[in-house]
């Protein structure tokens, strides 16, 4: 998305000399996305930013995944994951994320912190999208401060440099890419400009200010650990690299990639005369899956509109909801309530609670949210999704509220 930032010092042509005010030359690097290729910064450091002095093994939690086999849909409680915002410590914002599904495309995690910074953290696998179910604080990185409130997207470039630093308990849900995460391709021009009809443009995305201020809170720091989350041929492992300098060095930069937040309140729903299907909802892309957001919205005005989703196969991929606001129609009497996460997988068809689409005539609003990620490729579900399963879930469009009996054997079934 070629939308040019430009903060602190910078040099009037890129690729020449750039000094101080006692004549020492400031480091140039390029951050680009696809080689040399697509979207870039360039930022000017103080130290050396390739120069290290340790590497050693950061054990990661459980990256253990489990197929989704029997096949079937499934209700995960994320909110029995961690004690309530405000509650204890909480955990680390980096290091105390749970997996709740992934596959290799795409890992959806959660985590409820406390006010302790994380560490220093980079992804170098893909690009980080973190959803601010609740809480409020700023993410420190490479190109500035950026700060976070309950509604945020927080859109984090692959192999940033950063620090979650929460000025209260925030819960956090991290969809974690293989890929980079972005407007989806019709929402903008061949140039890169969001079009008339996207639901959101340029002047709902904010970037990283402050810059001046955290270069100068880490002059002198020597002997910086990163925490990098990267791949090898056996799956996602983690690096601890020691720097020579801090990172947040970087006096100027400018370029077209950067973090940045954009919240779901600047989000325009896309309604219409009849229901509308789920891409009209989308508002991000990534490499085999996409994130949509269903919000609170007029809906279906035909006089014979039924407001609730039709049933659906989702024949290319599995579907995931986040339950983060209001009342969501489709799901009532199922169990799912705030926090709720529902997979609905492929080879499946699912649609709404039967009981939910005559109480649903004649309504001309919703007040609900939710956050969708849709893959095109099977979840398996990680070890903080099988720990909150509510196991009645798959069951309840017929009305019965228990299921299989966990050894793969005959379904087990109650009228209650």
Known sequence: ??????????????????????????????????????????????????????????????????????????????????????????????????????????????????????????????????????????????????????????????????????????????IEANSHIQPPKRYLSRFGQFLEHAPYCERDLHGP??????????????????????????????????????????????????PFTFNVEDYMPITGKVHQPPPVHQVFEGHNFVVCNFLPRKVDYHPLAIPVPYYHSNVDSDEVMFYVGGDYEARKGSGINLGSISLHPGGHAHGPQPSAIEASLGVDYFEESAVMVDTFAPLELGEGGLAVEDDAYAWTWAGRRTGDTGDGGPAVFSNS
């Open 1 to 174: 998305m070629a939308h040019y930032q430009r903060i602190g010092d910078v040099p009037p042509k890129r690729h020449t000399q750039h000094r101080d005010s006692d004549g020492n030359l400031y480091r140039e690097e390029l951050m680009g996305e696809e080689g040399f290729s697509s979207d870039s910064s360039l930022l000017y450091h103080r130290g050396v930013p390739s120069a290290i002095t340790a590497s050693q093994v950061w054990e990661l939690p459980d990256q253990r995944r489990t197929p989704n086999h029997p096949l079937k849909p499934r209700h995960l409680k994320l909110h029995d994951l961690f004690p309530t915002p405000g509650e204890g410590e909480g955990a680390c914002p980096v290091r105390g994320r749970r997996q709740i599904l992934g596959n290799n495309d795409v890992r959806i995690n959660y985590v409820v912190t406390g006010t302790t910074p994380s560490p220093l953290y980079r992804n170098a696998i893909g690009d980080e999208c973190v959803y601010v179910e609740s809480g409020s604080g700023t993410v420190e990185t490479v190109f500035g401060v950026v700060p976070y409130r309950a509604g945020d997207y927080v859109v984090i470039p692959r192999a940033t440099d950063h620090r979650w630093v929460p000025a209260e308990p925030s819960q956090l849900y991290a």
């Open 209 to 258: 200010g402050d810059l001046d201020a955290l270069v100068e809170s880490v002059a002198g720091e020597t002997d910086v650990e990163v925490l990098v989350k990267h791949r090898t041929s056996a799956g996602v492992v983690g690096t601890r690299l020691t720097y020579a300098t801090h990172p947040f060095d970087v006096v100027g930069w400018d370029g077209c990639l950067y």
